[in-house]
């Protein structure tokens, strides 16, 4: 099985940018999806970006595209999120998630098809 573990969360303010790293270490475990989710108090869990690791395919939720750029360091074996031009709705627990067989690129950006989370990392964007 596979640990991830998120860090890079803080608060910013409204225009703001972070930057989220998780890194992956464990057993032997063939990556063929990693992705970044977030969960807002009393809201669900939904799909920010994600990457086949493969070709470096990128998916990206509506809401954040052209804000956030999802990347990945195959030598480091870590996974990145760009975040710029933060707005108060980004403000949640932000994952990392990885997940270990092919899936249909639609379902790229939903949480079920991940086997793999990290423990999460909040961000907080203020007005």
């Known amino acids: 099985q596979v640990q991830l573990a998120e860090s890079g969360g803080g608060s910013v303010q409204a225009g703001g940018s972070l930057r989220l790293s998780c890194g992956a270490s464990?057993?032997?475990?063939?990556?063929?999806?990693m992705g970044w989710f977030r969960q807002a108090p009393g809201k669900e869990r939904e799909g920010v970006a994600a990457?086949?690791?493969?070709?470096?395919?990128?998916y990206y939720a509506d809401s954040v595209k052209g804000r956030f750029t999802i990347s990945r360091d195959n030598a480091k074996n870590t996974l990145y999120l760009q975040m710029n031009g933060l707005k108060p709705e980004d403000t949640a627990m932000y994952y990392c998630?990885?997940?270990?067989?092919?899936?249909?690129?639609?379902?790229?950006?939903?949480?079920?098809?991940?086997?793999?989370w990290g423990q999460g990392t909040q961000v907080t964007v203020s007005s």
């Open positions: 990457i086949y690791i493969k070709t470096g395919t990128t």
């Open positions: 998630a990885a997940r270990r067989l092919g899936l249909w690129a639609a379902y790229a950006l939903k949480p079920d098809m991940y086997d793999a």
């Open positions: 464990g057993s032997s475990y063939t990556t063929y999806y």
